[in-house]
């Protein structure tokens, strides 16, 4: 059965503490892996994809990677701006395009 | 670019009562989405259209769930009656190709609360 788990839950950092957001899948045959950022009573939001183990993206303090068993969204220097939550979402090759999610990492960056 | 739309943003109905949740696509995305997010659950699937086609019903709960793309535009999801554990956000999400290499635009969701 195609899985994806994040962790940790919850992440508390001070500014500019950097760290890593962790995000274990398995799926039948990977088409993409994709991170979303939301904020409370918002939609997700777009971030990153991903397609195949060694693949990086970088926007701004995120730094997105990929192997073939789990993704890091790393987070250098943080700011406040960055409190939100962060999903990992996969898309398997023979499930058409519907996204699989994980339950989220709820990061708070305080100044 | 108008994003992708999604009302009444809250609803509070009492269970057995019915609810017609609308979604309003970025305008020219063939594939509309359906997704859910139960208290304390990662979000899930319910379902994909492909313009006013289902493609994909697979996570549609049961059948008190009836959606309909007509015309390929905007969306409804009807809930009927309700039932407690429908609560939830649902999320509304659109991408111009079903690949979407360029991430899905989701809408801000409906929150449903069923009493």
């Known amino acids: 059965e195609d899985q994806v788990t994040q962790s940790p839950e919850a992440l508390r950092l001070q500014e500019g503490e950097s760290s890593s957001l962790n995000c274990s899948y398995t799926?039948?045959?990977?088409?993409?892996l994709f991170w979303y950022r939301q904020d409370p009573g918002k939609g997700p939001e777009f971030l990153f994809t991903?397609?195949?183990a060694g693949e990086e993206k970088e926007k701004e303090r995120l730094k997105a990677t990929l192997t073939k068993k789990e993704s890091f969204l790393h987070i250098t220097a943080p700011k406040p701006e960055d409190s939100a939550t962060y999903l990992c979402?996969?898309?398997?090759?023979?499930?058409?395009?519907?996204?699989?999610f994980g339950q989220g990492t709820e990061l708070s960056v305080k100044p | 670019e108008a994003g992708v739309t999604q009302f009444p943003s809250h609803s509070v109905i009492e269970k057995g009562q019915t609810v017609t949740l609308r979604c309003d696509p970025i305008?020219?995305?063939?594939?509309l989405y359906w997704y859910r997010r139960v208290m304390g659950k990662e979000i899930k699937f319910l379902l994909h259209?492909?313009?006013?086609?289902?493609?994909?019903e697979s996570g549609m709960p049961n059948n008190r769930f009836l959606a309909e793309r007509t015309g390929g535009t905007y969306s409804t999801l009807k809930v009927q009656p309700a039932e407690l554990e429908d609560s939830g956000v649902y999320f509304c999400?659109?991408?111009?190709?079903?690949?979407?290499?360029?991430?899905?635009?989701f809408g801000s969701g409906t929150r449903l609360t069923v009493v």
């Open positions: 991903l397609y195949s």
């Open positions: 979402a996969v898309q398997a090759g023979n499930q058409g395009g519907k996204l699989i």
């Open positions: 999400a659109s991408s111009p190709s079903r690949q979407a290499m360029g991430g899905y635009t």
């Open positions: 305008s020219g995305h063939d594939n």
């Open positions: 799926v039948s045959g990977l088409r993409g």
């Open positions: 259209f492909v313009k006013e086609s289902k493609q994909d």
